[in-house]
C-alpha cells in the first residue's frame, strides 16, 4: 500500500500540512496509522475524505459540513443525510423567498405611470385603525404582521399608541400584497426586510440577482459535493443495496399515485 504524507494531501488543494492534521483532530478525516516512528500515513481513504469535505463547504456550509462530515467518517449514514436534506430545505426556503421578492419588483414596477413604486405620500403618521381601513382588513390582522416581524412601527411616547410613517405604509402594502399569493409571514418578513434594506426599486434589482446567483451557485456546489460524499460512502465492494421498488410493480413500472393526486 502507498501511503501518504499530511504534505502530499495538503499539496493538491493548497492548505498547510497542520491544517490536514486540525481536519483529522476534528473528525473530518478518518484516524491515520501511524509509523513505528509516529509519522501519521495517510492513505487514498484518507484523500477522498479531505476531497469530500472541502466540496461540502461551499455546499453547506462551515458547520453543515462538519457535521455531515463527522457523520460520514464515523459510519452514521442517516446521520449524514438528514445534515445534507437540511441544507436542501433551506435552500428551497432561499428560493422561495427570491420568487415572493421577484413578485415584489413586478409589483413595483407595475405603477401605472411606469415609474417605480415608493413609498407612498403621507403627510401625518397613521394610527393602527387608519392603516387598517386604508388596506381592508382588520386591526388584530395588521398587529399579527408586526409579531411576525414584518412591519416595525414607533410608539408615540405620550400614549404609547402605534403610529405607521410612509415607509411602513409601503411595507404594509407589500405585505398584503403578498398575502394574497398566500405567502407565509415569515416569509414576507424576510422579503421586507431585503426591500427596506435596499431602500430603492433598482438596488432591490441588484440585490436580487445577486441572491439569485449565490442560491445558484450553491445549488450546483451541492450537486459536485453530493457527488463526491456519494462516493466515499459507497461500500467496499461497490454494491450498493437497490431501492425497493413499490409492491404489486415490475422493473420498468411507473407507480400509479394514489387517488386524488
Same mark, same amino acid.
Given at each position: 500500500?502507498?501511503?501518504?504524507?499530511?504534505?502530499?494531501?495538503?499539496?493538491?488543494? #493548497?492548505?498547510?500540512? &497542520?491544517?490536514?492534521?486540525?481536519?483529522?483532530?476534528?473528525?473530518?478525516?478518518?484516524?491515520?496509522?501511524? *509509523?513505528?516512528?509516529?509519522?501519521?500515513?495517510?492513505?487514498?481513504?484518507?484523500?477522498?475524505?479531505?476531497? %469530500?469535505?472541502?466540496?461540502?463547504?461551499?455546499?453547506? #456550509?462551515?458547520?453543515? *459540513?462538519?457535521?455531515? @462530515?463527522?457523520?460520514?467518517?464515523?459510519?452514521?449514514?442517516?446521520?449524514?443525510?438528514?445534515?445534507?436534506?437540511? *441544507?436542501?430545505?433551506?435552500?428551497?426556503?432561499?428560493?422561495?423567498?427570491?420568487?415572493?421578492?421577484?413578485?415584489?419588483?413586478?409589483?413595483?414596477?407595475?405603477?401605472?405611470?411606469?415609474?417605480?413604486?415608493?413609498?407612498?405620500?403621507? %403627510?401625518?403618521?397613521?394610527?393602527?385603525?387608519?392603516?387598517?381601513?386604508?388596506?381592508?382588513?382588520?386591526?388584530?390582522?395588521?398587529?399579527?404582521?408586526?409579531?411576525?416581524?414584518?412591519?416595525?412601527? %414607533?410608539?408615540?411616547?405620550?400614549?404609547?399608541?402605534?403610529?405607521?410613517?410612509?415607509?411602513?405604509?409601503?411595507?404594509?402594502?407589500?405585505?398584503?400584497?403578498?398575502?394574497? #399569493?398566500?405567502?407565509?409571514?415569515?416569509?414576507?418578513?424576510?422579503?421586507? &426586510?431585503?426591500?427596506?434594506?435596499?431602500?430603492?426599486?433598482? *438596488?432591490?434589482?441588484?440585490?436580487?440577482?445577486?441572491?439569485?446567483?449565490?442560491? %445558484?451557485?450553491?445549488?450546483?456546489? @451541492?450537486?459536485?459535493?453530493?457527488?463526491?460524499?456519494?462516493?466515499?460512502?459507497?461500500?467496499?465492494?461497490?454494491?450498493?443495496?437497490?431501492?425497493?421498488?413499490?409492491?404489486?410493480?415490475?422493473?420498468?413500472?411507473?407507480?400509479?399515485?394514489?387517488? #386524488?393526486?
Amino acid at each position: 500500500m502507498t501511503y501518504l504524507r499530511p504534505a502530499d494531501l495538503a499539496r493538491e488543494h #493548497g492548505i498547510s500540512p &497542520q491544517t490536514v492534521r486540525n481536519y483529522e483532530r476534528d473528525g473530518f478525516l478518518p484516524p491515520a496509522e501511524r *509509523s513505528g516512528t509516529g509519522y501519521r500515513r495517510y492513505t487514498e481513504r484518507h484523500a477522498a475524505a479531505l476531497r %469530500t469535505y472541502l466540496a461540502l463547504i461551499p455546499a453547506h #456550509g462551515y458547520a453543515g *459540513s462538519g457535521t455531515i @462530515m463527522r457523520a460520514a467518517v464515523e459510519g452514521r449514514l442517516d446521520d449524514a443525510l438528514a445534515g445534507v436534506d437540511r *441544507s436542501h430545505a433551506e435552500l428551497l426556503r432561499d428560493r422561495g423567498t427570491l420568487d415572493a421578492v421577484a413578485e415584489v419588483l413586478a409589483h413595483l414596477r407595475g405603477h401605472p405611470s411606469g415609474a417605480p413604486r415608493r413609498a407612498p405620500r403621507v %403627510t401625518q403618521p397613521f394610527t393602527i385603525g387608519e392603516l387598517a381601513r386604508r388596506l381592508g382588513v382588520s386591526v388584530a390582522t395588521v398587529r399579527a404582521w408586526e409579531r411576525a416581524g414584518v412591519l416595525a412601527p %414607533t410608539r408615540r411616547p405620550d400614549t404609547n399608541h402605534r403610529t405607521y410613517d410612509a415607509d411602513d405604509v409601503r411595507d404594509a402594502e407589500l405585505a398584503h400584497f403578498l398575502r394574497r #399569493g398566500h405567502h407565509p409571514l415569515p416569509l414576507i418578513a424576510t422579503v421586507v &426586510q431585503e426591500v427596506r434594506t435596499a431602500g430603492d426599486t433598482p *438596488s432591490l434589482e441588484a440585490a436580487l440577482a445577486a441572491w439569485r446567483a449565490r442560491v %445558484t451557485a450553491r445549488g450546483l456546489a @451541492m450537486l459536485e459535493a453530493a457527488a463526491l460524499l456519494a462516493e466515499y460512502l459507497a461500500p467496499a465492494d461497490g454494491h450498493r443495496p437497490r431501492p425497493r421498488r413499490p409492491a404489486g410493480t415490475a422493473a420498468g413500472d411507473t407507480p400509479t399515485p394514489p387517488a #386524488g393526486e
